[in-house]
């Protein structure tokens, strides 16, 4: 174990706890079990890739990086008492992702950018639910796309697809 990324032994219970930096220098501490969920983070950690004791996490500002720590002591917490906890988890993870879509975006990139499959598979369900009964126009103004089609080509692509538009 890398020993420049373990900040410290945690309270009583002994657990190593790593401290991480957001891109706006706001620090965080999470036990090593709760970070080896982002496969990032677990090579950061082997690697020994912390500055001045810290691993500095340059994509992830710190509202989202709180949002990413509080998943991963969930998950971690669930994991150590295995028995009962799956009904627990499922309802954190609803309640998770019910938040604006700016959040959500930035938990995808975080989950993405820290290589958490778990919580990247979330966010994007989440998202998937948000935009599964809307048009494309509505799903161009969320995702902030640019429409690249001439009226023509549109009107030929939905005569194809016409069945797609039955609501």
């Given at each position: ?32 079990a709760a970070a080896s969920l982002s496969k990032t983070l677990g090579n950061m950690i082997e690697d020994d890739c912390a500055t001045n004791g810290a691993i500095p996490l340059a994509n992830v500002a710190a509202d989202i990086l709180a949002m990413v720590v509080e998943y991963c ?95």
């Amino acid at each position: 174990m890398a020993s420049a990324a373990v900040a410290a032994d945690g309270a009583a219970d002994g657990k190593k706890m790593i401290l991480l930096v957001s891109s706006d220098g706001v620090k965080f501490e999470l036990s090593e079990a709760a970070a080896s969920l982002s496969k990032t983070l677990g090579n950061m950690i082997e690697d020994d890739c912390a500055t001045n004791g810290a691993i500095p996490l340059a994509n992830v500002a710190a509202d989202i990086l709180a949002m990413v720590v509080e998943y991963c002591n969930r998950h971690a917490a669930a994991a150590a008492n295995a028995s009962g906890q799956e009904e627990l988890i499922r309802k954190f993870d609803a309640e998770f992702v019910n938040i604006d879509r700016k959040k959500l975006f930035g938990l995808i990139n975080a989950a993405n950018f820290l290589n958490m499959p778990c919580l990247l598979e979330l966010t994007c369900q989440r998202t998937a639910d948000l935009i599964k009964d809307m048009m494309p126009e509505q799903v161009r103004e969320v995702f902030g796309i640019e429409n690249d089609f001439t009226p023509e080509e549109e009107a030929e692509v939905r005569n194809e697809n016409a069945w797609a538009y039955e609501m």
